[in-house]
């Protein structure tokens, strides 16, 4: 059920300072330049996961896995229970905006949650499922899109790339 995962691979990304690409901006604006130095982000490690679920539609689900390697404890807050969240992208463009974003779910509860970590800690989180058919719906045709993975740790913006993943739903007339 879980198969695929070449398609969309693995990824991850490490807020630790020099070489990293963090896309910052905020969740309903265009991207902004990368930033190389996360500064009160460094040396916390996001690691995610995404999987398609072969059915059809496809559904993309996922986790994150937050490491504190620092030697002193950290709070991350984040803007609502969803701590994690995918966006999709047209294939087209690389730095285009994205055509979907999963801010807004009715999966998320729109109160803020804090994530504690003590030295060398770890908390999993999901990204919730999602359907092809939420994706697409009536505005975007059946193709290749763009994943990234998106967090909100602190009032800043982590995005990550996750590969590419072709969306298809039934629909009326065959279009």
Same mark, same amino acid.
């Given at each position: 059920m879980l198969g695929a995962m070449g398609a969309m691979g693995a990824m991850g990304i490490r807020a630790l300072g020099?070489?990293?690409?963090?896309?910052?901006? &905020?969740?309903?604006? #265009?991207? *902004?330049?990368p930033d190389t130095n996360p500064g009160a982000l460094r040396g916390i490690d996001f690691q995610s996961e995404i999987a398609i679920l072969e059915s059809f539609p496809v559904q993309l689900a996922g986790t994150v896995q937050i490491t504190n390697r620092r030697e002193t404890a950290v709070s991350?807050?984040?803007?609502?229970?969803?701590?994690?969240?995918?966006?999709?992208?047209d294939r087209e463009g690389a730095r285009n905006a994205p055509v979907w974003d999963q801010r807004g779910?009715?999966? &998320?509860?729109?109160? #803020?949650? *804090?994530?504690?970590l003590a030295p060398g800690g770890t908390a999993a989180v999901r990204v919730p499922?999602?359907?092809?058919?939420?994706?697409l719906s009536d505005n975007?045709?059946?193709?290749?899109?763009?994943?990234?993975?998106?967090?909100q740790p602190n009032g800043?913006?982590?995005?990550?790339?996750?590969?590419?993943?072709d969306l298809a739903i039934p629909r009326e007339g065959g279009r």
């Amino acid at each position: 059920m879980l198969g695929a995962m070449g398609a969309m691979g693995a990824m991850g990304i490490r807020a630790l300072g020099a070489g990293v690409l963090l896309w910052t901006g &905020c969740a309903n604006m #265009p991207h *902004t330049a990368p930033d190389t130095n996360p500064g009160a982000l460094r040396g916390i490690d996001f690691q995610s996961e995404i999987a398609i679920l072969e059915s059809f539609p496809v559904q993309l689900a996922g986790t994150v896995q937050i490491t504190n390697r620092r030697e002193t404890a950290v709070s991350l807050t984040f803007p609502d229970d969803c701590v994690a969240l995918l966006r999709i992208y047209d294939r087209e463009g690389a730095r285009n905006a994205p055509v979907w974003d999963q801010r807004g779910s009715p999966a &998320c509860e729109p109160k #803020p949650l *804090t994530v504690a970590l003590a030295p060398g800690g770890t908390a999993a989180v999901r990204v919730p499922t999602v359907s092809a058919y939420e994706i697409l719906s009536d505005n975007l045709p059946d193709g290749s899109y763009r994943v990234t993975v998106y967090l909100q740790p602190n009032g800043n913006v982590i995005e990550a790339e996750a590969g590419s993943v072709d969306l298809a739903i039934p629909r009326e007339g065959g279009r």
